[in-house]
């Protein structure tokens, strides 16, 4: 399966600041996903990264919050911008396995504090 | 939109022991995927079950995917200290998106 690195790994940020988080995978896909774990909750899909088209946010979630760059078929980026507390959570991105197993793999996730 | 229920919340078992942990959903799965997340790390793929009826085993955990296509279930036999951590049900309705249950938190008392 798709190997996903993820950075960076952790961060404390000043609120009013943005962030962005980096997902490069070592074989092209389709789809990129990012997803939002809130401390001790479940994941929560963001939205869809398409490569050449815009992504496609979930209910709750907007374009000028979460901006979403998909430049190419390896690499995506996800940024938070003017962060306030209650974005602190863990940040992942997730690729479809391949076609045949529905499986997802995840990165390792980006931890942010906003102080 | 669809929502998963998953249970127990947490478990806190002697080392040994067989768990099991079962997720529901209110509308029809095509595809019920297992995680288990350990502290500081994503989610790693355990279990992928893509027709109903279907059991699956890796190693030590069995899940099942249910007849009905909106419940699923996970085992674990005879548990080992490094089966802690956080387990995750997530059902993938018609289309590409994950729904994801709430967790189980599982303890392993040695």
């Known amino acids: 399966s798709a190997v996903i690195s993820q950075k960076p790994s952790r961060d404390i940020c000043q609120r009013g600041t943005s962030l962005t988080i980096q997902c490069q995978v070592d074989?092209?896909?389709?789809?990129m996903f990012w997803y939002r774990q809130q401390p001790g909750q479940s994941l929560t899909l963001i939205a869809t990264a398409n490569q050449g088209s815009e992504a496609t946010y979930e209910s709750g979630f907007v374009i000028d919050k979460f901006p979403i760059s998909r430049p190419n078929l390896t690499f995506s980026t996800l940024t938070v911008s003017n962060m306030s507390p209650e974005d602190s959570s863990i940040y992942l991105c997730?690729?479809?396995?391949?076609?045949?197993?529905?499986?997802?793999?995840f990165g390792s996730g980006t931890r942010l504090t906003v102080v | 939109g669809q929502q998963l229920n998953q249970s127990p919340q947490s478990m806190f078992i002697q080392e040994g022991e067989d768990v099991s942990m079962n997720c529901t959903s209110s509308?029809?799965?095509?595809?019920w995927l297992w995680y288990k997340q350990d502290p500081g790390e994503g989610p790693v793929l355990l279990i992928a079950?893509?027709?109903?009826?279907e059991l699956t085993s890796n190693g030590r955990l069995t899940a099942q995917f249910g007849i009905t296509r909106k419940d699923s279930f996970l085992n674990i036999s005879a548990s080992i200290p490094s089966d802690v951590g956080i387990y995750f049900c997530?059902?993938?309705?018609?289309?590409?998106?994950?729904?994801f249950g709430a967790g189980t938190i599982l303890r392993v008392k040695s």
């Open positions: 997530a059902g993938r309705p018609y289309g590409n998106k994950l729904v």
């Open positions: 997730s690729v479809e396995a391949d076609r045949e197993n529905y499986g997802y793999t």
């Open positions: 074989s092209q896909v389709t789809m």
């Open positions: 079950l893509y027709k109903a009826g």
């Open positions: 509308s029809i799965f095509n595809t």
